[in-house]
């Protein structure tokens, strides 16, 4: 991490989807900086290995559970991270029911619980929100272009709704809330068939195998190291 930070004693952290490619990170870096950290993952795309450094650490507790179930963590919580949902094209597509109920019930499970126990809430957004945007590149309050219905609504209207759930919230003085709206992520434990730009071109540069560029090849993307992502979200939650 760039700066040093110090956790008020020993505060707590929930990071749902601990297990997966950027939860894993932001667990580590959260146990580092003095939290106990309460990772919650159903393993559809999280793996052991991600956060098997963490494993029988007395600051470290994992549940394995889906988030669209009742949460009952027996103890309180002052940080909630959002970060569970396959973020994968192929993988949100192969169950996209699951994907907008891990959205949608997930967020308001995890919202709830940010309320009882008075937790700042983090909800890990995405790039996907603006659609198939018609302003490059997008502006924050640009409003997005999104076919509700496509086969990949489930992610893009299921964030969205997310959103919508953490503002509510915010605007009801029920949720201290943060949005973060990630783009392309890259970094040690990224998934080799996670179907994206940078795990495509890296695995067919590997192979060399040609490689793909969808269109005519003067689409533009915004990259962030994963470390550095993790640095972000620390902040946005200071």
């Not at 919508?164 to 919230?169: A, E, I, M, R």
């Not at 201290?176 to 996670?194: C, L, S």
């Amino acid at each position: 991490m760039r700066r040093s930070r110090k956790a008020q004693q020993t505060r707590t952290a929930l990071v749902a989807g601990g297990a997966g490619f950027l939860g894993s990170h932001l667990c580590e870096a959260l146990f580092g900086i003095g939290y106990r950290v309460i990772c919650i993952d159903n393993f559809l795309t999280g793996r052991m290995e991600n956060i098997t450094p963490l494993i029988g650490q007395s600051r470290f507790r994992l549940i394995e559970q889906d988030i669209c179930s009742p949460l009952e963590l027996g103890e309180p919580v002052d940080r909630v991270f959002n970060l569970a949902c396959a973020a994968s094209p192929p993988r949100y597509q192969a169950d996209p029911v699951h994907t907008t109920r891990t959205c949608v019930v997930g967020s308001l499970n995890l919202l709830e619980l940010a309320v009882r126990d008075g937790a700042r809430f983090l909800q890990a957004s995405t790039s996907e929100v603006y659609g198939d945007p018609e302003q490059h590149p997008q502006r924050e309050d640009y409003l997005g272009h999104v076919n509700c219905t496509g086969p990949r609504a489930c992610y893009d209207e299921g964030k969205r709704t997310a959103e919508t759930l953490c503002f509510d919230y915010l605007r009801a003085d029920r949720a201290d809330v943060r949005v973060a709206r990630i783009f392309n992520t890259y970094g040690p434990r990224m998934d080799p068939a996670d179907g994206r730009i940078v795990s495509n071109l890296v695995m067919q540069a590997l192979e060399k195998r040609p490689m793909t560029i969808f269109g005519d090849g003067r689409q533009t993307r915004s990259f962030c190291y994963v470390t550095d992502l993790v640095e972000g979200l620390l902040r946005l939650m200071d």
